[in-house]
């Protein structure tokens, strides 16, 4: 059982940063697939960002790439995911994922465990 818990989301104007952590118990972190997702207020969850088990490969939804940046620290069972020049589009609930297989994907149903989520809040 993996347990994850998100911190670091807030309120923010629209061209500012934030940087979301996600904190993972257990001793396998480090052999699974990670992600992040978000979800809007009447909208579906959507896919954020994805990486391996060891970092070597990323994934990134058109419309965060470039802006949004995600990594990862085994030793220190910790997710990231860096947040640049924010949009108002980008204001949701934000939740990581982890998926047992290792191996990054974009459907919600590769992931295995999922956190509660951290709000993020951009003002135009």
């Known amino acids: 059982q993996v347990q994850l818990v998100e911190s670091g989301g807030g309120l923010v104007q629209a061209g500012g940063s934030l940087r979301l952590s996600c904190a993972a118990s257990?001793?396998?972190?480090?052999?699974?697939?990670m992600g992040w997702f978000r979800q809007a207020p009447g909208k579906e969850r959507e896919f954020v960002a994805a990486i391996n088990w060891n970092g070597a490969s990323t994934y990134y939804a058109d419309s965060v790439k470039g802006r949004f940046t995600i990594s990862r620290d085994n030793a220190k069972n910790t997710e990231y995911l860096q947040m640049n020049n924010l949009k108002p589009e980008d204001t949701a609930n934000y939740y990581c994922?982890?998926?047992?297989?290792?191996?990054?994907?974009?459907?919600?149903?590769?992931?295995?465990?999922w956190g509660q989520g951290t709000q993020v809040t951009v003002s135009s």
């Open positions: 257990g001793r396998t972190f480090s052999i699974y697939a």
């Open positions: 994922a982890a998926a047992r297989s290792g191996r990054i994907s974009s459907r919600n149903g590769e992931y295995d465990y």
